[in-house]
């Protein structure tokens, strides 16, 4: 599956973003999609995640209560608002698909969407 990241940008910090995540070339139907990040200088990260055929959602500790993942099935398109942006939030966005498992593997993966929070 092909993966389109988008809704980037640049925010003040208490600010608002929402990033979606498109697919193209098959449905979601079958896969577990997350969000992972890379700030300058560090690992990529996990942030959430959400089973697409249960709607299951999984959140890092650093965002939970912040980040809201979510799914819509018309679009075959999963989001991810943020809310109450820290400046530590700012990073590379990148959205992947794991085909539907217990324990998910990551193996398609989006181009990216920079995020940078300001204080």
């Known amino acids: 599956v092909q993966l389109q990241a988008s809704g980037g940008g640049l925010v003040q910090a208490g600010g608002s973003l929402r990033l979606s995540c498109t697919a193209s070339g098959r449905t979601f139907s079958n896969y577990d999609v997350g969000w992972f990040r890379r700030a300058p200088g560090k690992e990529r990260e996990f942030v959430a995640a959400?089973?697409?055929?249960?709607?299951?959602?999984y959140y890092a500790d650093s965002v939970k209560g912040r980040f809201t993942i979510s799914r819509d099935n018309a679009k075959n398109t999963v989001y991810l608002q943020m809310d109450s942006l820290k400046p530590e939030d700012t990073a590379v966005y990148y959205c992947?698909?794991?085909?539907?498992?217990?324990?998910?593997?990551?193996?398609?993966w989006g181009q990216g969407t920079q995020v940078t929070v300001s204080s």
């Open positions: 992947a698909a794991s085909i539907a498992r217990p324990t998910p593997d990551f193996r398609s």
């Open positions: 959400i089973r697409w055929s249960i709607g299951t959602t």
